[in-house]
């Protein structure tokens, strides 16, 4: 099986503008998470999906919003950029056996 | 609130010495701890679940254990190829808390 995709991998942004990331699970796979992870604060718990509905939601402000489609995709959007929010956007994906599978992720740098 | 900690920091280890990390962890329910290893800028792999204490798994020179308040991620004879970034995990409603990793060099 093909494992968990993401993108794009790398992306670089303003102050002020605002981004949507991608991510493409595992085969059968019908929860996504969306972690952040920072070398001052590590991996974070953004928020999770299953079968379109977010069912998790980390400490993160309202900027930071998903959405997942009926095909188990899913998207992740950051409004506003702020410079803090420079870091490696990590999505899994899992089935109901709990462990979660994780992607690449996608570099987000803001200047 | 759920809390995850690993020891040490970093490590380093000569090819063949064996050493084991740890990872601590208090959380109400616990559903799963999980141990991932991530290469510089990888997305983290994973490596075991443990879900009851005394539970033990293996894979090739790693070995990880559980007990009510923590676990060990042995590693015998270690390569240089083990070389990464050892993170665990807690599961607690489908979302997962880490620690903040220990960074393992092994040298030739």
């Known amino acids: 099986k093909a494992g968990v995709t993401q993108t794009p991998r790398y992306l670089i942004k303003t102050r002020g503008q605002q981004v949507t990331l991608s991510c493409s699970p595992i085969?059968?796979?019908?929860?996504v998470s969306w972690y952040q992870q920072t070398p001052g604060q590590g991996l974070q718990f953004l928020f999770e999906?299953?079968?379109?509905?977010?069912?998790n939601k980390g400490n993160f402000p309202g900027r930071f919003s998903g959405r997942q489609f009926s095909n188990s995709r899913s998207e992740m959007n950051v409004s506003t950029l702020e410079l803090g929010d420079s870091a490696l956007y990590l999505c899994?994906?899992?089935?109901?056996?709990?462990?979660?599978?994780f992607g690449p992720g996608t570099r987000l740098t803001v200047l | 609130e759920d809390q995850v900690t690993q020891s040490p920091e970093a490590l380093r280890l000569q090819e063949g010495e064996s050493s084991s990390l740890n990872c601590s962890y208090t959380?109400?329910?616990?559903?799963?701890l999980f141990w991932y290893r991530q290469d510089p800028g990888k997305g983290p792999e994973f490596l075991f679940t443990l879900y009851s204490a005394g539970e033990e798994k293996e894979k090739e020179r790693l070995k990880a254990t559980l007990t009510k308040k923590e676990s060990f991620l042995h590693i015998t004879a270690p390569k240089p190829e083990d070389s990464a970034t050892y993170l665990c995990a807690v599961l607690y409603s489908s979302r997962l808390t880490f620690g903040e990793g220990t960074q393992l060099t092994v040298n030739p």
């Open positions: 899994a994906s899992s089935d109901s056996l709990d462990t979660q599978y």
């Open positions: 999906y299953f079968s379109e509905t977010q069912r």
């Open positions: 085969s059968g796979h019908r929860s």
């Open positions: 959380v109400s329910g616990l559903r799963g």
